[in-house]
């Protein structure tokens, strides 16, 4: 392969011609819905991003995708606001795009970017999702480089504490020379860990990017399906600074890109039908992301026909579902292969697509929840942990081995003696807030232990709504813990999460607080709860 002259700055056009594509393609996006004079205005700022385009591309040899951008610019200058082809356009810009994957190839690495004086505001920090780059501010990088400085610091401090103590002989008064070493060895480690943590937070801010990254994806797909469609809509969107870790942009671009996808498709009616029923000729999906102390939401709701449940329940039986199971018959739709096309347009796409999403979220730690009525449109709402890297989790012993339980899922724990547990239909239960817990045995569950305990400490969890008490005998305490996957080869063993390293090296399981409330308590069989 032929290395480019100026490779060192491939990277960083590749980057900002993204990004000038993405703002062409929303300015022409919005043509439909804007006055006159916002129309001439979108079409002159695009006429310069696509200029500038074809500059920056010349300017580094790339002949090919330079004389593309002038292409691309000369359909725009040589036709009206009113008479540009929206449509063949943006077949143009997707061209542009793969051929720019074509030249820039996968480029993972983070690249600072100093923010030129004078510009209008930015987000501090822009991603590009299909290819993994992020670029932040240097004054994000500055901080980082201080604290690191920092730490090389008080790190030197405590070993030279250390080593003072080291060469304290056994003649050395125990009582202040000795406590006096200890003492600055404790001083100097509380130091460490305080810019630690400040470390720590300034690296998570740094895998923070702000929802409207993914939310000009979502105009393209409303656009595109409305057309084949036949269908006018419109998206609105709420919350764009609402931060999300960027381990999760891909999931969330994932669910967002199918619900925004069905709701056009199967949610807003045709222009004619919305008339006839007294509606605004025009649908409205909107997406609105908020932030809590320890969760994303985003819901992503429509003006649509809704989804009648009563249809569902028809579709769930004929294949085999006991929707007595289900009694609120939405949560029907995230059973895979419910979906058909044909009798029940309604549920069309939805069940298959919305299995998928559903298992995705659920894996990294978040839910989903739908609502509907009929007539009046449907509501999906989709909650995400802020942060999938670093969390609290409550260290427990089983046997011989240690799991981490995320501690926002416990609610309780407290000690199981003797005579505490009960059998119902031979699962373990237990009396707890005037109510029956299912008890699950984790060395029963996963196969450490071939009796159950009776004694030990149950750890009370909920997870979307259930609660259920798990077995376990002891609870070691709470530690911070970063959150690893899974080797592929290890397969999505119901129960588990992910995994850890502990301070003393050991690797141990995080449990998996939903999967959890699924697996069944039963104590008799002798593979009962297998995970």
Same mark, same amino acid.
């Given at each position: ?17 993204r990004?000038?594509?993405?703002e062409?393609?929303?300015?022409? !996006? ?34 090919? $995708? ?17 008479e *540009?082809? /929206?449509?063949?356009?943006?077949a ?9 994957? =074509? ?5 993972t ?7 030129p ?14 290819h ?8 994000? *990088?500055?901080?980082?480089v ?10 030197n ?25 200890w003492?600055?060895?404790a ?32 105009? +393209?797909?409303i ?19 609402t ?5 999760? *942009?891909? *999931?969330?671009?994932?669910a967002?890109?199918? $619900? ?12 004619? #039908? ?13 997406v609105?992301?908020?932030v809590?102390?320890? #969760? ?22 004929? +294949? ?6 289900y ?19 309604v549920?069309?796409?939805?069940? !298959? ?15 989903i929840? =739908?609502a ?9 709402? $989709? ?14 012993r ?5 799991? =981490?339980l995320?501690?926002?899922? /416990? ?16 699962a ?15 060395g ?8 159950v305990r ?29 959150v690893?996957?899974l080797?592929p ?6 129960? !588990? ?12 399981? !995080? ?11 039963f104590?008799?069989?002798?593979? =009962?709860?297998?995970?």
């Open positions: 392969m032929i290395e480019h002259p100026l490779e060192e700055f491939l990277g960083e056009f590749v980057l900002e011609a990004e000038r594509l993405d062409v393609e929303g300015l022409l !996006i919005g043509l439909g819905a804007a006055a006159p004079a916002e129309r001439r205005r979108r079409v002159e700022r695009a006429k310069r991003e696509l200029h500038t385009l074809k500059g920056n591309s010349g300017m580094l040899g790339l002949k090919d $995708l330079q004389a593309h951008a002038h292409r691309i610019e000369q359909r725009v200058v040589e036709r009206d606001a009113a *540009l082809d /929206v449509v063949a356009i943006l143009e810009l997707d061209r542009f795009r793969s051929e720019l994957a =074509a030249i820039g190839g996968r480029r690495e983070t690249e600072p970017r100093e923010e004086v004078g510009a209008e505001a930015e987000p501090e920090v822009s991603v590009d999702l299909a993994g780059s992020v670029r932040v501010p240097f004054d994000r *990088l500055d901080a980082l201080d604290l690191l400085a920092e730490m090389v610091i008080f790190r401090r405590l070993a030279d504490t250390v080593d003072r103590g080291r060469r304290l002989g056994p003649g050395d008064d125990p009582v202040s020379r000795w406590s006096d070493a003492a600055d060895v001083n100097a480690r509380e130091t460490l860990d305080k810019t630690l943590d400040a470390l720590r937070t300034d690296v998570m801010r740094l895998r923070m990017v702000p929802l409207r990254s993914l939310f000009r994806q979502l105009h +393209r797909i656009h595109d399906e409305g057309i084949k469609g036949g269908k006018e809509v419109r998206l609105e969107t709420e919350g764009g600074e931060p999300l870790d960027k381990a999760l *942009l891909e *999931l969330a671009s994932e967002l890109g199918h $619900l925004v996808r069905n709701a056009v498709i199967h949610g807003i009616e045709r222009p004619e #039908e919305r008339a006839a029923a007294g509606k605004a000729r025009a649908g409205t999906v909107r609105v992301a908020s809590t102390a320890n #969760e994303v939401g985003i819901v992503v709701s429509d003006d649509g026909a809704g989804v009648d449940p009563e249809a569902v329940r028809r579709v769930a039986s004929a +294949r085999g579902i006991d929707v007595s199971e009694p609120d018959a939405l949560r029907l739709l995230f059973l895979p292969g419910l979906s058909t096309r044909g009798e029940v347009d549920a069309a796409g939805r069940g !298959i697509g919305l299995s998928a999403v559903h298992e995705a979220v659920r894996r990294r730690g978040g839910r929840e =739908a509907s009525e009929k007539g009046h449109g449907t509501t999906f709402r $989709l909650h995400l942990p802020l942060s999938v890297s670093i969390t609290r989790a409550l260290l427990l089983v046997d011989s081995e240690e799991y =981490a995320p501690l926002a899922s /416990v609610v309780e724990s407290r000690r199981l003696r003797p005579g505490d547990q009960h059998q119902v239909n031979h373990g239960v237990l009396r707890w807030r005037d109510r029956v817990l299912p008890l699950l045995d984790l029963r569950s996963f196969e450490t232990a071939s009796q009776r004694e030990g400490y149950v750890i009370v969890i909920e997870a979307d709504g259930k609660y259920r008490g798990l077995v376990a005998d002891e609870v070691v305490g709470v530690r911070e813990i970063v690893k996957g080797d080869m290890c397969g999505t063993p119901r129960g !588990i999460a992910g995994s850890t390293i502990l301070g003393d090296g050991r690797a141990i399981l !995080i449990l998996d607080p939903r999967g959890l409330a699924e697996l069944e308590p104590v008799e069989e002798p593979h =009962a709860g297998r995970a």
